[in-house]
């Protein structure tokens, strides 16, 4: 499971630190490990031993089709907790998109301290209700929208999660349209009509450095926007 570890010791941390909300700020035992590029960090079906938070880096949640086909879920950055299950097992795969470090927490850890903190307790909730929220939205993106829909929507959720005038990208065209539903043809054919419309520049040497010249005209792709 854990190809290199950046430091595998467990480690104290106040959970507001890992950047949960909290009534009583108790200490918990975490660790990091390093993934390089490409590596899984959890399988689908595996069981949901750990709650993971992204330090450094980006991950990507996926399932293989019967057709060998891969479905992004969800792409995960920097700070951003995920692993959270409903039930024992993981139902999607995850893996590193480019070097990342991982917090891990031991997940009965969290459900004893959310068990008499009812802030934390909330806040998990709330977590997975996001996560719930997402998931449909992404199903409504891949059922009813159409390509340009799709890409504009994309660029305005990384946008919103950015927060920063320039976008590095760190997952390929092949990465969007895998979550997208989309060939890489159609997603670089969209941003290229995005391009000489000045709605959006890219950079970069692999072209993952985008800057929203027009957010406004970008939305008028999405009308759910």
Known sequence: MFVRTADSRPRPNLLSEIGLSTASDPIISSSEFRYPKGTEIFGEKEPAMYVYQIKRGAVRSYKLLPDGR?????FHLVGDIFGLENGDKHRFTADA????????????SLQLVAAKDAVVSHH????TTRNLEHA???MLLLGRKTAAERVAAFLLEMDCRAGAEKMLLPMSRRDIADYLGLTIETV????????RAGVVTVEGEYQRELILLDRRRLADFDPQT
């Open 124 to 127: 998990l909730l709330s977590m």
């Open 136 to 138: 449909e939205n992404h």
């Open 188 to 195: 670089s054919r969209v941003l290229s009509r995005l391009r």
């Open 70 to 74: 891969r479905q992004i879920g969800a």
């Open 97 to 108: 998109i480019v070097d990342t470090v991982v917090r891990l927490i031991k997940r009965t």
